[in-house]
């Protein structure tokens, strides 16, 4: 295989196949520079027309993080998270789930690679949405996307799920 950039391509093959969810946390902060580096990776994403409709907001306040979880049913876990980042997108863009989604796997990428677990807990369209939105006090001109819930993992090893093969998934010209 012919590869321009070998070391690079299969580092980021690396992170991208081995990303996981993490629910579970070490009593451990992530320093501020991942954070923001993550972000960084996060507000990198390709949008539709360049709009980079997003905004991010930065929950480390134990008490707050323990009101996201106990809104979202299925991130009673945040609770435990070092840091819940909020993901927004511009209530008014046609694209905004698209292109926050896409900022929101940049974000759990780059969490990965600097060596922090992370989850991402659904927002778009969720009966908790609008409450986790004026908790933050975010305008309504945004609209909740996600939440990811990251922090130190505090796992006893890492087992990756079984994926579907591609054989069953890639279809060439038509499905059949």
């Known amino acids: 295989m012919n590869v321009r950039n070998p070391g690079i391509a299969n580092f980021g093959v690396t992170i991208i196949q081995s990303r996981h969810s993490v629910r579970k946390f070490k009593d451990e902060e992530i320093p501020q520079e991942f954070i923001r580096k993550s972000l960084e990776c996060a507000s ?41 980042i909020l993901v927004f997108g511009e209530a008014d863009w046609k694209f905004a789930v698209e292109d926050c989604c896409a900022a929101t796997e940049n974000l759990l990428l780059a969490l990965h690679a600097y060596g922090y677990g992370g989850c991402w807990i659904a927002g778009n369209q969720m009966p908790y949405a609008d409450a986790v939105q004026k908790l933050v006090t975010v305008p309504e001109t945004y609209k909740l996307v996600s939440i990811v819930a990251a922090g130190v993992p505090d796992v006893g090893g890492i087992t990756l799920e079984e994926k579907a093969p591609l054989d069953k998934l890639v279809f060439s010209e038509k499905y059949h």
């Open 44 to 84: 990198k994403a390709p949008t539709g027309r360049n709009k980079q409709p997003w905004i991010f907001v930065v929950v480390k306040n134990k008490d707050t993080l323990a009101k996201i979880a106990e809104l979202a049913p299925n991130g009673k876990f945040i609770a435990g998270a070092a840091v819940g």
